[in-house]
């Protein structure tokens, strides 16, 4: 609608307008709320370890590739449920990042989901760019320690 034609609709027009927008805000707002008590209701009954975190395996939601692993609080896990892009608690630094803010190698949340012990997540995601800050696909490209493979047919 052209801003002519705004100024000349009926006061009945504009006013249903604006009732539809109020109505939309607040079905926005209730979603929002039954989302908000959804989350909270799903960090507390993830059961943190030491230090208040807990591990938060990361994989690419379209090849199953591990990624990385990171480390996440209730506020992380909160942040991460919330905006669609994946928040962790950096031990080292001492604060919060999200995953490509300075790197510009994003991650977005496909899904989340805690192990049978809730003490552990998987967090799902489509990744953009390096996971690994050393610039690799992943951080364990490159990084396979020397080891005995097993069979199931060998006993």
């Not at 507390?44 to 938060?56: I, Q, V």
């Not at 967090?123 to 364990?140: D, I, K, P, S």
Request: charged residues 20%.
């Amino acid at each position: 609608m052209s801003a002519d034609a705004a100024q000349t609709a009926p006061p009945e027009t504009a006013h249903t307008a604006h009732t539809e927008t109020s109505t939309d805000t607040s079905a926005a707002e209730a979603a929002a709320a039954d989302t908000s008590a959804a989350v909270e209701t799903a960090i507390a009954g993830l059961s943190f370890g030491a230090n208040d975190l807990m591990p938060a395996m990361v994989q690419d939601d379209d090849s199953g590739d591990v990624l990385m692993l990171a480390w996440m609080d209730a506020e992380a896990v909160r942040r991460t449920l919330t905006t669609g892009r994946v928040t962790y608690w950096s031990r080292s630094r001492g604060e919060y990042w999200r995953k490509g803010d300075t790197s510009g190698h994003r991650q977005y949340v496909r899904s989340v989901a805690a192990d049978c012990d809730g003490d552990t997540l998987l967090v799902r995601v489509v990744q953009v760019g390096a996971a690994c800050h050393t610039g690799t696909r992943t951080c364990f490209d490159g990084r396979e320690l020397p080891a005995v493979v097993g069979s199931p047919n060998a006993e």
